[in-house]
């Protein structure tokens, strides 16, 4: 069984700048959510999609969005790029949603830095 | 207060040592308690589940989780150097899910 799939694994964007992030979960997955991790603040979750609709979302500014797709993939873009925004992405895919069982399968993240 | 806080390390212990992973929470709502482990330039996975209070083990690992204290620990036992990882608490309400910042471990040979 295929793992999630994260694209690209690691850009340099300059500050102003927008970035999609892509993401396909497990087959069979319908829930992804999104992380970002920080050697500061560790694990900070961004939004959860199920089904394409968002479930969930996290308290980061209306700069990060994400979508999802009828097949489960999913994008998150950040627009106007921050120096701060510089961080480890992470997509996890669960069977039915992260506060069901907690059992999230995590890709390898895509690394962003913001110069 | 974060909701959830675990200390960042770094921790270091020879091989063979016993070796405790501990956050606590604020949010009396949690009742799923997870462990992650997360090698370098890899993104977490799995290690133990527990729901509720009480006690689990899985080979050298054993969770705990005492939720009077609002307290979960992590045991690994006989460590190797294949244990040095960054080790995650995290925990859900059944709606959500929050992580501990990572505790980073090395096991010296």
């Known amino acids: 069984k295929a793992g999630v799939t994260q694209t690209p694994r690691y850009l340099i964007k300059t500050r102003g700048q927008q970035v999609t992030l892509s993401c396909s979960p497990i087959s069979g997955h319908r829930s992804v959510s999104w992380y970002q991790q920080t050697p500061g603040q560790g694990l900070q979750f961004l939004f959860e999609y199920f089904s394409e609709t968002q479930r969930n979302k996290g308290n980061f500014p209306g700069r990060f969005s994400g979508r999802q797709f009828s097949n489960s993939r999913s994008e998150m873009n950040v627009s106007t790029l921050e120096l701060g925004d510089s961080a480890l992405y992470l997509c996890a895919s669960s069977l039915n949603g992260q506060g069901n069982t907690g059992e999230l399968f995590f890709g390898e993240g895509s690394r962003l830095t913001v110069l | 207060q974060k909701e959830v806080e675990q200390d960042p390390g770094p921790l270091s212990v020879p091989e063979g040592a016993i070796v405790s992973l501990n956050c606590t929470y604020s949010n009396s709502a949690f009742q799923y308690f997870m462990w992650y482990r997360q090698y370098s330039r890899k993104g977490p996975e799995l290690l133990m589940y527990?729901?509720?209070?009480g006690n689990k083990e899985d080979g050298r690992f054993t969770a705990q989780v005492d939720k009077s204290s609002k307290y979960i620990s992590l045991f690994i036992r006989d460590s190797q150097p294949s244990d040095s990882a960054t080790y995650l608490c995290a925990m859900s309400d059944n709606n959500d899910m929050r992580f501990g910042a990572g505790t980073r471990l090395t096991v010296k040979p």
């Open positions: 527990t729901y509720s209070s």
